[in-house]
């Protein structure tokens, strides 16, 4: 989930109901901030919020039922979640590609702090912090061409 996400705003009451149930249907809940935690949406390969997963023994399989507090239920007690696709191989988040897929989200987030850190903390014009980036993309290719 996001904390802008107007979708996700809208299941948060649920989804709580539905944590406090967990203890009762035997599973464990949580909810993860894509904004705060960009590897996980990285790994999990989120598309769209909010996007929920059901994970059994290292298996993922991605819900994409009704939104209420009873289908939630059902899906875990009838074990409804037999009847759905895991998630390929190459797209588990357990995969050596979803680690990879982890690791660019987190490069991206690294990269923006440092946009902010120009412009915001050191009042860096917008364009010179992008042409700080463009050369040093530049650079690093040619250093890796080489």
Same mark, same amino acid.
């Given at each position: 989930? %996001?904390?802008?996400?107007?979708?996700? #705003? #809208?299941?948060?009451?649920?989804? &709580?109901?539905?944590? =406090?149930?967990? &203890?009762? $249907?035997?599973?464990?809940?949580? =909810?993860?901030?894509?904004? #705060?935690?960009?590897?996980?949406?990285?790994?999990?390969?989120?598309?769209?919020?909010?996007?929920? +997963?059901? %994970?059994?023994?290292?298996?993922?399989? !991605? +819900?994409?039922?009704?939104?209420? $507090?009873?289908?939630?239920? *059902?899906?875990?007690?009838? !074990? /409804?979640? /037999?009847?759905?696709?895991?998630?390929?191989?190459? !797209?588990?988040?357990?995969?050596?590609?979803?680690? @990879?897929?982890? @690791?660019?989200?987190?490069?991206? *987030?690294?990269?923006? #702090?440092?946009?902010?850190?120009?412009? *915001?903390?050191?009042?860096?014009?917008?364009?010179?912090? +992008?042409?700080?980036?463009?050369?040093?993309?530049?650079?690093? @290719?040619?250093?890796? @061409?080489?």
């Amino acid at each position: 989930y %996001a904390p802008w996400c107007a979708a996700c #705003q #809208q299941i948060e009451l649920t989804w &709580e109901s539905f944590a =406090k149930e967990s &203890e009762h $249907l035997g599973i464990t809940v949580g =909810k993860v901030d894509v904004t #705060q935690e960009p590897g996980l949406s990285g790994r999990f390969f989120v598309t769209t919020l909010p996007t929920i +997963y059901h %994970a059994n023994d290292g298996v993922f399989r !991605r +819900y994409r039922g009704s939104r209420t $507090l009873e289908d939630l239920q *059902g899906y875990v007690l009838e !074990r /409804k979640w /037999k009847a759905v696709e895991p998630v390929a191989g190459w !797209r588990s988040p357990s995969s050596i590609m979803m680690h @990879g897929m982890a @690791g660019l989200f987190h490069l991206s *987030g690294w990269i923006r #702090q440092i946009h902010s850190y120009l412009t *915001g903390t050191l009042g860096i014009h917008v364009w010179i912090s +992008y042409a700080i980036f463009f050369l040093a993309t530049l650079l690093i @290719g040619l250093f890796l @061409g080489l």
